[in-house]
């Protein structure tokens, strides 16, 4: 395996829970989608800040043993955890909190049963309520966050990633094996824009952290917060525009040349 993958998939990564946990000191938890149950993938919910800021978070884990990414489907979210994240979302809407998503995954669910109840429709959904809020939205990439599973929260007014993570529209895996051993997984990460360091290039990342940092857990909810302050200076109208300029921005630079 790739060295940089090996270090994005190790068992101490510091994960979405941690960071959740020091952000909001007092929090409450959704829990289901009220129709399929729980996704265990997913932390979501609601609480305030140390400075008593009003926040909404949705942070997807991949697990730390054998037996926690089995329970949350190695951070595989299923139709569940996109439809319980989209029921925060919209709460986070109506109440004018600002929404906070801490990101390490593969992907979306590719199981039969996602596919059944309507995996790509749930994707689809939480991608267009995310670009409509009226409310600041920041995403923070963790570790990995590839495919339309990691899409669905990237939909922000600010793209925050450690030096370290990746996000791309799929996989290395799935990018070596969709060229047929053209390239290898190493190779599939320079090929593409999903390092960090190459997405602040193209002004997509805003904010790049050093991942070795000794304080990092309480630098990244310190960065956070700035964040958070910065844009609530900002109406809706000018939030909904800021995100779509943005991806724009982006994709005025694609293709690769």
């Known amino acids: 395996m790739d060295e940089r993958l090996r270090r994005l998939r190790a068992a101490d990564r510091i994960s979405a829970p941690t960071v959740i946990k020091a952000l909001l000191p007092t929090m409450i938890r959704q829990r289901g989608d009220r129709v399929l149950g729980d996704d265990q993938a997913l932390?979501?919910?609601?609480?305030?800040?140390?400075?008593?800021?009003?926040?909404?978070?949705l942070g997807v884990d991949r697990g730390h043993d054998l037996a926690t990414r089995r329970q949350k489907n190695g951070g595989a979210l299923t139709v569940a955890g996109y439809r319980t994240a989209l029921r925060v979302v919209n709460h986070a809407e109506k109440f004018g909190m600002p929404v906070i998503s801490l990101i390490n995954m593969p992907g979306a669910d590719a199981s039969p049963k996602s596919e059944r109840y309507g995996q790509s429709e749930a994707i689809a959904d939480l991608i267009a309520a995310m670009g409509q809020l009226t409310v600041p939205n920041l995403v923070f990439f963790l570790g990995e966050g590839h495919s339309g599973g990691a899409l669905a929260f990237a939909n922000a007014n600010v793209m925050m990633m450690l030096d370290d993570s990746l996000f791309n529209v799929a996989s290395?895996?799935?990018?070596?094996?969709?060229?047929?051993?053209?390239?290898?997984?190493?190779?599939?990460?320079?090929?593409?824009?999903?390092?960090?360091?190459?997405?602040?290039?193209?002004?997509?990342a805003d904010d790049v952290i050093d991942h070795t940092r000794p304080d990092l857990v309480a630098l990244l909810c310190q960065q956070i917060l700035t964040r958070v302050t910065d844009l609530q200076g900002l109406s809706g109208t000018a939030l909904i525009a800021q995100r779509e300029a943005k991806f724009q921005t982006f994709m005025d630079w694609w293709p690769v040349q």
């Open 172 to 204: 290395p895996e799935a990018v070596a094996a969709i060229l047929h051993g053209q390239q290898t997984v190493s190779d599939a990460i320079d090929l593409l824009p999903m390092t960090a360091d190459q997405l602040k290039q193209r002004g997509l």
């Open 43 to 57: 932390t979501a919910g609601f609480g305030r800040t140390a400075q008593q800021q009003a926040l909404a978070v």
